[in-house]
């Protein structure tokens, strides 16, 4: 490896353009290779005209500013440049590119410049948002057809395929009426619910005795068979208990179906006391070590129970009388 040239002469990094120092094989600033400025002698070095540096001949630009290099003095002797046409000379020499560009940073008409375009920038993009969101709520609200998302048939279905064939025009239940539906007295919605509420109370009064059947023959059926049957009188109760709830709910403000109200909550209760007792004959039986005894007795305590019971309320529903609606 040879060595910077000596003689006071300050070399220049060809990559950085960073002062090298005395013997240096690579540039302490870049880490550049100076193999190649290594042993010069003073007729391969010239002086740049522009910033002053020390360079090689063989350089075609001065590797610090740029500048195009060709017929410079000699370092050691200025005084032998080649004379040349001043204005030729002068065309060749070149501003550094980095000079030429202005920094950001100190220049405050690009900042002021910058801040315009920025303020547009913003405000497309506020536009740009703008237009999304209407063109969303657009495509959701479709004002052009009202309809299109609308669910509901308006169109012949095809029912054969669903066990009974032709075709529906409309779903059942929808009004395609264009009447105004007549509008009942107080006493006549009354009315409606008690009679309804009396009819419910005649069936499960005859479901309960099909339940009081299916209990005494728990000894001899299966434990399969025992569970359906508790199943099916627990969902009796449950009817009960909502006949009774549906008969309190109705609305005797007006004092013409006041006692009859009263009359059919008192049934209802007479139908729940069968109920009651059915359903727990059944937890008596199903309960884990039930023995055949204890089965025997369940029974027939709840068959004491439902013939009371019921007895109650035949009497009860052959006594009562439903006044007819006052309009």
């Not at 395609?176 to 109370?201: C, I, K, Q, R, Y």
């Not at 627990?234 to 004092?255: C, F, K």
Request: negative net charge; glycine residues 6%.
């Amino acid at each position: 490896m040879g060595h910077i040239p000596k003689a006071g002469l300050t070399v220049l990094c060809p990559r950085c353009g960073s002062a090298l120092p005395e013997g240096a094989s690579r540039c302490p600033s870049c880490g550049a290779d100076l193999s190649p400025l290594a042993a010069p002698t003073a007729e391969d070095l010239t002086w740049c005209p522009a910033c002053g540096s020390v360079v090689s001949r063989e350089m075609d630009a001065c590797p610090h500013c740029g500048l195009p290099l060709f017929g410079q003095a000699d370092p050691l002797d200025p005084g032998t440049a080649e004379p040349g046409d001043p204005s030729e000379r002068d065309t060749r020499l070149l501003p550094r590119l980095q000079s030429a560009i202005p920094s950001p940073d100190d220049d405050p008409e690009l900042e002021g410049a910058r801040r315009p375009r920025a303020a547009r920038s913003l405000i497309v993009a506020a536009v740009a948002a703008a237009v999304v969101v209407v063109a969303a709520i657009l495509v959701l609200a479709h004002p052009w057809n009202p309809n299109l998302y609308d669910t509901r048939a308006d169109t012949p279905a095809d029912t054969s395929m669903e066990g009974f064939p032709g075709t529906v025009d409309k779903l059942s239940g929808q009004d395609t009426s264009s009447e105004a539906p007549e509008t009942l007295t107080a006493d006549e919605a009354t009315f409606a619910v008690l009679t309804g509420a009396l009819e419910e109370a005649d069936v499960l009064s005859q479901e309960l005795t099909a339940e009081m059947a299916n209990l005494t023959g728990a000894a001899s059926a299966s434990p399969e068979t025992r569970e359906a049957w508790s199943e099916e009188a627990e969902a009796t109760s449950l009817r009960v208990s909502n006949l009774i709830a549906s008969v309190q709910a109705a609305d005797v403000s007006t004092g013409t179906y006041a006692e009859a109200q009263a009359e059919l909550v008192t049934m209802g209760n007479y139908l729940r006391n069968r109920a009651d007792a059915i359903t727990g004959a059944w937890e008596a039986i199903l309960s884990p070590g039930a023995t055949e005894a204890g089965i025997a007795e369940a029974v027939s305590s709840a068959e004491t129970e439902n013939r009371t019971y019921a007895n109650l309320y035949r009497a009860a529903r052959g006594d009562f009388e439903l006044p007819d609606a006052v309009a």
